[in-house]
């Protein structure tokens, strides 16, 4: 069998850096996309040759890369992880509000977070119909329910990600396409904010969870193993959401 190929969003931390090193300890060819080149100290196999520079917060960056993607993939893309996110604190590293928050940091958030997925998805779907492909769209606690941290900017991109995944696979499916979400909690990554310890104080499993257990569930979903899992969210934040 030929090689499996995997294009994933935010590749440089957290998640997303645990989902390459995931995907590439199983034989998958990893396609990273992110605004700045390739960092040298990322350890997985053809890194460099397999990055495209692209800024997600500027559609037109986008809809241009969709060609450089489509050249590298070579008619076939098995999966397709829409991971990369940002969540914008004000001046004083407070949540930002639903009413005061101006428009280009709304318009900012929702480029990089919701639309970004669009033209990526549109851009690239003949190659994932080719290949009975699997999209994941990494969507988040915040999307459910208002977060003393997470913004409403950022809360709200991430509630449409959601839905656009149900839209999407209803879209897809009769392309063979699979579209599922995943909602992480609480993980140990860089973009935790101080006090996020008493949140994990109250959560069933009293911890936080690891980037590499959400890069599993990434892989189980873009595997064989979930061939008829498609239009769901998963949760994977320690029973936070119950």
Not at 115 to 120: A, G, I
Not at 168 to 191: C, F, H, K, Q, W
Request: hydrophobic fraction near 40%; proline fraction near 5%; charge should be neutral.
């Amino acid at each position: 069998m030929s090689q499996k190929t995997l294009l994933l969003t935010g590749a440089s931390r957290g998640i997303g850096h645990a989902t390459v090193k995931r995907f590439s300890s199983e034989g998958w060819r990893v396609l990273t996309c992110s605004r700045k080149p390739f960092d040298e100290r990322c350890p997985w196999p053809g890194g460099e040759e397999n990055h495209i520079q692209v800024d997600l917060s500027d559609p037109n960056s986008t809809i241009n890369a969709i060609p450089i993607i489509k050249e590298k993939v070579n008619g076939r893309l098995d999966a397709l992880v829409n991971n990369a996110g940002i969540s914008p604190k004000g001046a004083n590293n407070e949540r930002l509000n639903s009413v005061e928050t101006d428009l280009k940091t709304w318009g900012h958030v929702f480029h990089v977070n919701f639309f970004s997925s669009v033209v990526l998805v549109n851009g690239l779907k003949d190659e994932l119909k080719e290949a009975k492909g699997s999209i994941v769209n990494v969507t988040s606690i915040a999307g459910s329910r208002v977060h003393p941290f997470a913004g409403a900017p950022y809360a709200t991109s991430k509630a449409a990600l959601a839905a656009l995944t149900r839209e999407m696979a209803y879209d897809l499916g009769p392309l063979g396409i699979r579209v599922n979400a995943i909602a992480p909690g609480e993980v140990e990554t860089s973009i935790l904010s101080p006090g996020t310890d008493k949140i994990v104080d109250a959560l069933p499993l009293q911890r936080l969870g690891q980037p590499s257990e959400v890069a599993s569930v990434i892989f189980f979903l873009c595997s064989g193993q979930s061939s008829y899992i498609s239009g769901t969210e998963i949760q994977v934040n320690g029973a936070q959401h119950v």
